[in-house]
């Protein structure tokens, strides 16, 4: 009989085995959560790496307070839903006991890594897991699986352990930590493909809707508290491809209402799912930047 696996079965086989690797290697691990549908994808292959035990691991939210809400109305309900162990780290709260002011930092992005930083501590976890991929950004697509973090919770791209075949090297010396990405090697398209495959429930942003937007430098913005005062607000119909700080995020125009809409449009599109997010723009290096100093 032969047992030979499709693409997707190969991919989910990966990460399964690369989930129970962290369970094995580490003390306290938790599952890094945006409500985006990597890391919607990620509770879906804990689920199947455990059955039919609870997931081991707790579900870690970096609240930046500029969220869509509807991802936090998803986040809700799946907590719920799967009995999940939340812990909600809140940007506006460090913002607040810090002093700093919505002009210092308006999109709230790079104030996510001192919390990062500071929760990985206060709850002392040896691993965070994420959902980044390869594909989405020229720094991401440096990273290990098995990405080490030194005492600082900082990230050397030079300074990085050989991965031969699937094997994961864990160790770490007393207050270092890892970032596992157990879907490095995952495209957005295999994403859609394994969301449609497992019927997995995603928010509704992801499929086209009519939103009040701005425009600003091309890129087109929700429109929220948080939108900058002096653009003219229009209606379009819009979808997220990506998902972070509402006012960070960039929206595509866009007539996808079904997963099978939405594999056709990215397989022809010229542009990553990045490619419309503010907080990628500051400089050609700016994810790098960020990911050095301890931010996803």
Same mark, same amino acid.
């Given at each position: 009989? $032969? ?24 003390? $306290? ?19 199947? =790496?455990?059955?039919?035990?609870? &997931? !081991? ?48 930092? !308006? ?14 501590? *206060? ?18 697509? *440096?990273?290990?699986? #098995?990405?080490?973090? %030194? &005492?600082?919770?900082?990230?050397? !791209?030079?300074?990085?352990? !050989?991965?031969?075949? %699937?094997?994961? $090297?864990? $160790? ?31 928010? =509704? &942003?992801? #499929? ?24 003219? @607000? ?8 990506? @998902? ?21 449009? &990215? ?30």
């Amino acid at each position: 009989m $032969n047992y030979i696996l499709d693409y997707l079965e190969e991919l989910e086989a990966e990460a399964i085995y690369i989930l129970r690797e962290v369970y094995e290697q580490f003390e $306290n691990s938790c599952l890094m959560f945006s409500g985006g549908k990597d890391s919607i994808v990620l509770i879906h292959l804990a689920k199947k =790496a455990f059955y039919p035990t609870k &997931i !081991p691991f707790k579900i870690l939210h970096i609240d930046s307070g500029h969220n869509f809400h509807e991802i936090i109305e998803f986040r809700e309900k799946l907590i719920k839903n799967e009995n999940l162990d939340l812990i909600v780290a809140s940007v506006e709260d460090y913002a607040r006991i810090n002093d700093y002011s919505e002009k210092e930092f !308006p999109d709230r992005n790079r104030l996510q890594i001192p919390v990062l930083l500071d929760i990985i501590k *206060k709850e002392n976890f040896d691993a965070a897991i994420g959902g980044g991929r390869r594909d989405e950004e020229k720094a991401r697509a *440096k990273e290990r699986v #098995f990405s080490h973090r %030194n &005492i600082r919770g900082q990230w050397d !791209p030079e300074n990085q352990r !050989p991965e031969l075949w %699937n094997i994961y $090297n864990g $160790n770490k010396k007393e207050k270092e930590h890892f970032r596992i990405f157990p879907l490095s090697n995952w495209t957005e398209l295999d994403i859609w493909h394994y969301i449609k495959k497992e019927r997995i429930e995603i928010p =509704a &942003i992801y #499929f086209s809707h009519k939103r009040k937007v701005i425009i600003t430098n091309g890129i087109i913005l929700a429109a929220s508290d948080y939108s900058v005062n002096n653009y003219k @607000v229009i209606e379009k119909k819009v979808r997220c491809r990506t @998902v972070g700080d509402i006012n960070t995020t960039g929206l595509w125009e866009s007539e996808a209402k079904t997963i099978d809409d939405i594999i056709k449009e &990215i397989s022809v599109s010229g542009i990553g799912e990045r490619g419309k997010r503010t907080d990628d723009k500051f400089s050609i290096t700016s994810m790098e930047d960020r990911k050095r100093k301890g931010y996803f």
